[in-house]
């Protein structure tokens, strides 16, 4: 059984450039978060996605924006790259809406130069 | 708003000897409380959770945490530390009435001397 993937796994931009982050989730769930964690610190949660609508949202710009399909994959994209985006950024899965524990994949790390 | 602490950036424990890292949360209805733990370059690995029920919640490799209402507090333990423990550890916090994202402290990294 296949966990939560991701791809790419690394990927470089530079500034100004947009960039989309791809997530499969596990089988079985239909819930799917990101998060970004940059270096040394925490996960912070930028949004989720349940039945193919932005269902919570943390507190990043709308340069940030996601879609769900139907087959609950899920697409990270951010416009205008700023170096600050530079993070690991992780997608997480759960079987419901309701919460539980999450299911993270291994991430994808973009480096803004 | 939620949020969480983990007051120790660090937490250095020699093998065989228990550990415990610290976190403590606040959140406005109830608590969901989980801990993942990260290791170098890779994604996070659910460890344990409370939702209801017993304070002591016992984990994947056989980590435990004590839940403390009056404490808000939800910290990490395991009664024999392994070199392979050291890791990056992080506590989280889903209050069920502000939704389900969770809310995660800055982690605690540990590490394990033989």
């Known amino acids: 059984d296949a966990g939560v993937t991701q791809s790419p796994t690394h990927l470089i931009k530079t500034r100004g450039q947009q960039v989309t982050l791809r997530c499969s989730p596990k089988s079985g769930h239909d819930t799917v978060s990101w998060y970004q964690q940059a270096l040394g610190q925490g996960p912070q949660f930028i949004f989720q996605y349940y039945e193919e609508e932005e269902r919570q949202r943390g507190n990043f710009p709308d340069r940030f924006s996601g879609h769900q399909f139907p087959n609950y994959s899920s697409e990270l994209n951010v416009n205008a790259l700023l170096l600050g985006d530079s993070a690991l950024y992780l997608c997480?899965?759960?079987?419901?809406?309701?919460?539980?524990?999450?299911?993270f994949g291994e991430g994808s790390r973009l480096t803004v130069l | 708003a939620q949020s969480v602490a983990q007051p120790e950036d660090q937490v250095n424990v020699a093998e065989g000897n228990p550990l415990t890292v610290k976190c403590t949360y606040s959140v406005s209805g109830n608590p969901y409380l989980f801990w993942y733990v990260q290791y170098p370059n890779r994604g996070l690995q659910f460890l344990l959770k409370y939702i209801t029920g017993d304070n002591l919640v016992k984990g994947s490799y056989g980590f435990e945490a004590e839940f403390n209402k009056s404490q808000t507090s939800f910290h990490l333990k395991k009664p024999s530390a392994l070199v392979s423990d050291s890791a990056l550890y992080f506590c989280a916090v889903r209050d069920e009435i502000a939704g389900t994202a969770l809310i995660f402290g800055k982690g605690t990294t540990l590490s394990v001397s033989s």
């Open positions: 997480a899965s759960s079987p419901t809406l309701a919460g539980g524990e999450l299911f």
